[in-house]
């Protein structure tokens, strides 16, 4: 069982940017794959970022490679998403979830944080 709780969302203006921190609990933090979803109202859930357990290979969705960096500690038990050269099209709540290495589907979410981006 893994609980994650997600911080660091808030306003800010256009071209200004965030990082996000999603603390879990649990002693197998480092056997997780973990990811940053966003939605917007009226809008489909997207995975945004991704990381291995490892941190070794990551993903990025089109619309933010060059301008969000994930990154996990395993020693805070952390997973990280540093947002750069923020738009208003990345308005929209940010949720972290979890999944064991061996499984597809994301078992794990947290609450999820609100990210406003002003134009």
């Known amino acids: 069982q893994v609980q994650l709780v997600e911080s660091g969302g808030g306003l800010v203006q256009a071209g200004g940017s965030l990082r996000l921190s999603c603390a879990a609990s649990?002693?197998?933090?480092?056997?997780?794959?973990m990811g940053w979803f966003r939605q917007a109202p009226g809008t489909e859930r997207e995975r945004v970022a991704s990381i291995t357990w490892s941190g070794g290979v990551t993903y990025y969705a089109d619309s933010v490679k060059g301008r969000f960096t994930i990154s996990r500690d395993n020693a805070k038990n952390t997973v990280y998403l540093r947002m750069n050269s923020l738009k208003p099209e990345d308005t929209a709540v940010y949720y972290c979830?979890?999944?064991?290495?061996?499984?597809?589907?994301?078992?794990?979410w947290g609450q999820g944080t609100q990210v406003t981006v002003s134009s």
């Open positions: 979830a979890a999944r064991p290495a061996t499984v597809i589907t994301y078992d794990y």
């Open positions: 649990g002693r197998t933090f480092n056997t997780y794959a």
